[in-house]
């Protein structure tokens, strides 16, 4: 087994794991690639990729945004992690990862932040006025201009360039209002991700209008996000909508605490 930096032609050798994850985002993957090489690790076996972690750094963090490795070769995670963390420069790292899985990072001193839901909307019918003067409200015209704002209150750091640009694809979906942006994308044919949803304190009939815009844009395929499970309110509008929970994940970070406003943050 070759364990190392992930080679240009990745996608040639990733089949495996795009079969064995419904929900593997392999453009997020291309685009982390395409911006922080050096934080893109692969784990080879017979010329194919059986895992892979990859991160983006922001201006005071690095995000591990891509963990994914084949059951059969579940260890090897730990080797993957020790490669990012030895060339993270001694940043400060944190990562959203499935619960039964963060002993893997609790090995280096990782600590749980907070624990997320994945919500996953099937596609069940959801009966909501969806009107013109809505779709105006929502139509994502200041989308720049409010997503830089507020995306800074909530996560105090500099993510301007991933917002703008990294975390945005051909696919992309960007609504918001003057308290609040959502973004989300194609993840493959059947799932859409939401990712980043964020909103000011007590912008919660904004919130909703966002929400229900996404639905009727996107309603049609399964839609996913990952949101705090500590956070009642955003928890309830999900489940207002016919969101399921499924599977619990930890926040977890090496060095300085994010200082993230959860209340605010309606899908990472």
């Known amino acids: 087994m070759f364990v190392g930096y ?8 990733i089949q495996d794991i795009l079969n064995s994850d419904k929900l593997f985002e392999l453009e997020l993957l291309k685009q982390t690639y395409k911006a922080y090489p050096q934080y893109c690790f692969g784990a080879y ?9 990859s991160a983006y750094e922001f201006g005071k963090h690095i995000f591990i945004n891509v963990v994914k490795v084949m059951k059969a070769y579940e260890d090897v995670l730990t080797r993957l992690f020790k ?4 060339n993270a420069s001694s940043m400060n790292i944190f ?10 990072v609790e090995a280096f001193n990782f600590k749980e932040h907070s624990l997320f839901i994945r919500f996953m ?3 069940e019918a959801v009966p909501f006025n969806f009107s013109n003067s809505i779709a105006k409200q929502v139509s994502g015209e200041d989308y720049e201009k409010v997503s830089k704002r507020i995306d800074k209150e909530v996560f105090m750091d500099d993510r301007e360039e991933y917002i703008k640009n990294d975390c945005t694809f051909s696919n992309s979906l960007k609504l918001s209002t003057q308290t609040g942006f959502l973004h989300s994308y194609v993840v493959n044919k059947r ?4 990712s980043p949803w964020l909103m000011q304190s007590e912008s919660y009939l ?19 996000a990952y949101a705090p499970k500590g956070v009642k309110e955003i928890c309830e509008l999900y489940e207002s909508y016919k ?3 499924e599977g619990t994940f930890a926040l977890m970070y090496l060095g300085e605490k994010p200082d993230l406003k959860l209340e605010n943050l309606y899908a990472i």
């Open 206 to 224: 904004d919130a909703e209008k966002l929400l229900r815009g996404v639905l009727y844009y996107r309603g049609l395929k399964k839609i996913f």
């Open 83 to 86: 490669l990012l963390i030895q």
């Open 121 to 123: 909307h099937s596609g």
């Open 45 to 53: 076996e017979d010329g194919k990729v059986v895992g892979v972690v």
């Open 243 to 245: 969101f399921k929970k």
């Open 191 to 194: 799932h859409i991700k939401i």
């Open 6 to 13: 992930l080679r240009n032609d990745f996608e040639e050798d």
């Open 95 to 104: 990562i959203l990862i499935e619960f039964d899985k963060k002993h893997y």
